[in-house]
């Protein structure tokens, strides 16, 4: 089994952007973090996960922050983020919090699924193959709740799956990917470090460290790789970041200070992280 795994978590377009920047200051400070045996991407996460494992620069994914490029317009209403609250803190129960949010994403009226895929597919710019490195794009099925995984052997394109994982629930369409309907893979994990169990060594980059509603947060999924015998190190953002990153992980304006708060972090923790990549 490949020993080491990369999970890049999702955040929106705030938390994608810190995340690049943690990549681009891991890459300074001299670890490839695109050299994972596996990558594993969720949401913002699968939009750059899909591009560092294609061979995209983590210097490039930062710079496009820092420049305004990869610009995501995703207004989202108060209405929106009520419907979205109701239905993922409606129950205590993890299983049935996912379920009410599957039926308000499936119930909810959006816009049409092509918004979705436009949006990725800009976001992905050339990428549109799945690349050679292993690549695993987490998404929840609507109708069952249930998180799984896409990758080369499939059956479906890049595109379908990054856009399934980056569905967000009330705001966008369920995705229809290979007859069934997705959601954000974040939507009951926001980083799904679950995925990278059997793997020794894992590095994982979590904008955001827990999902709404009651579901295991980053950290406790971490411990429990570890438990399991894994060496693990997850970054989040730090206090800095979290101020750089304000409250609204969709505000555009808050990419350039959140990307370089990332890079920050990214350098100031590089030999932390060296000491589980390296082995």
């Given at each position: ?12 377009p ?21 050299a ?52 993922a ?15 308000a ?23 549109r193959?799945w ?21 080369a ?30 959601m ?44 399991g ?5 997850l ?13 609204d992980?969709t505000d ?8 370089r708060?990332g ?17």
């Amino acid at each position: 089994m490949a020993d080491t795994a990369l999970v890049l978590g999702g955040g929106g377009p705030v938390g994608g952007a810190w995340l690049a920047g943690v990549l681009a200051g891991l890459a300074e400070a001299g670890i490839d973090p695109g050299a994972a045996d596996a990558v594993i991407g969720t949401s913002a996460g699968a939009v750059f996960g899909a591009r560092l494992a294609a061979g995209v620069a983590p210097a490039e994914l930062y710079e496009r922050q820092l420049s305004g490029a990869d610009a995501i317009r995703l207004p989202v209403t108060l209405a929106q983020t009520a419907r979205f609250l109701w239905a993922a803190l409606g129950s205590r129960d993890p299983e049935r919090s996912v379920a009410r949010l599957g039926r308000a994403a499936l119930n909810a009226r959006t816009g049409p699924e092509s918004e979705v895929f436009d949006t990725v597919g800009a976001l992905l710019g050339d990428v549109r193959d799945w690349p050679a490195r292993e690549l695993r794009i987490a998404a929840v099925d609507a109708s069952t709740g249930q998180v799984e995984t896409f990758g080369a052997r499939s059956g479906v394109t890049l595109l379908e799956a990054v856009a399934a994982s980056c569905a967000v629930p009330v705001v966008w369409p369920p995705v229809t990917v290979a007859g069934r309907r997705w959601m954000d893979g974040g939507s009951r994990s926001t980083a799904n470090l679950q995925l990278a169990r059997g793997r020794r060594r894992v590095v994982a980059v979590a904008p955001i460290p827990r999902a709404v509603g009651p579901h295991p947060s980053a950290a406790r999924q971490a411990a429990e790789l570890s438990a399991g015998g894994a060496r693990v190190v997850l970054l989040g953002p730090d206090r800095d970041a979290r101020r750089a990153m304000g409250r609204d992980m969709t505000d555009d304006t808050r990419r350039p200070a959140a990307a370089r708060a990332g890079h920050a972090q990214g350098t100031a923790l590089a030999a932390s992280v060296a000491e589980v990549w390296d082995g």
